[in-house]
């Protein structure tokens, strides 16, 4: 018996507090993840940083006794000037002399990076004035974005997902979780198809030092907001319709930052993904005060004795009490005289 017992108090125990349980699962896994992409970027990256580190001294070493003259000291404060100039997209190399970081094209540029949160790093401010702008301009701008991107999104869902499944789902009848789903999956099958492999193909074409694959790269990586900076398009020497170009990738920016929104909007909407995610959210509990009102009224429910409560009820079901008739000493007329 208190076997049993212990055994119901146990599943009821796990039974309220799974969505915990589930949440400290999802949390290992995340930590797993982790754990798992940087054991793999380790891996397979720290080899090529060997072997780029052991190629700059040779090159450094070769320099040194190709010029007596010049010490090993000076050259040291010569590239570190360069380097500190390169992080804020500065180069002393003749074939970036040419094209400017802050005309207005690539200022423009710079500022959709920034409200929408990519930052590829290659270019920053130099100047306390223009940091200072940058913070406060980030600041308000930010919110605004997003306020923006929720606008558009919204009224594109309405005929891009919405009014879709809903036709289908009332013309032919059928499921619409299930069409829901197929829709999604056709939904990412164009938005891929527009804004990775097309745009690849034509960022390969018109990059000279970039194959497809760096391509597919440098379009994941700025629609997913990562912006690591290691790959800028319009930033080679003499790069035609350089300002017509930079124009054109801020406006393929803000597009497919949208339309990477309406898919992602439209996958959290299926209901398979809405069961998922139940799983690790905390449930809506009732306000204390109606709770702890409800918890009033039941003990001093269960605190009443049993005849207080028949009575109560007795006289719930009988709407009308019964008087004594009031009769007139010398006969039977109700009426007092």
């Not at 990775?196 to 000279?208: G, M, R, T, Y």
């Not at 993904?273 to 009224?297: G, N, S, T, V, W």
């Amino acid at each position: 018996m208190l076997q049993s017992l212990a055994g119901n108090s146990c599943v009821r125990l796990i039974q309220s507090n799974k969505s915990a349980y589930y949440f400290l699962f999802l949390l290992l896994g995340y930590i797993l993840y982790l754990i798992f992409g940087a054991v793999v970027f380790s891996s397979v990256e720290l080899p090529y940083e060997d072997l780029l580190r052991q190629r700059l001294r040779d090159l450094k070493r070769q320099f040194l006794q190709e010029h007596e003259c010049l010490s090993e000291e000076r050259l040291e404060r010569f590239l570190s000037k360069a380097l500190e100039a390169s992080n804020y997209g500065v180069s002393i190399l003749n074939n970036a002399s040419a094209s400017w970081n802050w005309d207005f094209t690539s200022s423009l540029f710079f500022a959709s990076t920034v409200l929408s949160t990519t930052g590829y790093g290659h270019t920053a401010p130099l100047s306390d004035g223009g940091k200072a702008f940058c913070i406060i301009y980030s600041v308000i701008g930010i919110p605004f974005t997003l306020l923006f991107l929720t606008a558009v999104v919204q009224r594109i869902m309405v005929y891009s997902t919405w009014r879709p499944v809903m036709y289908v789902h009332m013309r032919w009848g059928l499921s619409k979780p299930l069409v829901a789903l197929v829709h999604a999956t056709m939904l990412a099958v164009v938005a891929v198809s527009c804004f990775f492999l097309i745009p690849a193909a034509i960022f390969s074409a018109l990059e000279e030092n970039w194959n497809f694959l760096e391509s597919f790269y440098f379009c994941f990586i700025s629609l997913s907001t990562i912006g690591l900076g290691d790959y800028v398009p319009g930033e080679a020497f003499n790069q035609k319709f350089r300002e017509l170009y930079k124009l054109g990738i801020t406006v393929y920016l803000l597009l497919g930052l949208i339309a990477m929104l309406v898919v992602l909007e439209t996958f959290c909407e299926l209901q398979q993904l809405k069961q998922l995610r139940k799983m690790f959210y905390l449930k809506k509990e009732k306000p204390q005060d109606r709770l702890a009102i409800m918890e009033h009224d039941h003990l001093a429910f269960t605190s009443m004795p049993d005849g207080t409560i028949n009575s109560s009820q007795e006289d719930k079901t009988e709407p009308f009490v019964d008087f004594h008739v009031l009769t007139s000493p010398g006969g039977d007329d109700p009426m007092i005289k």
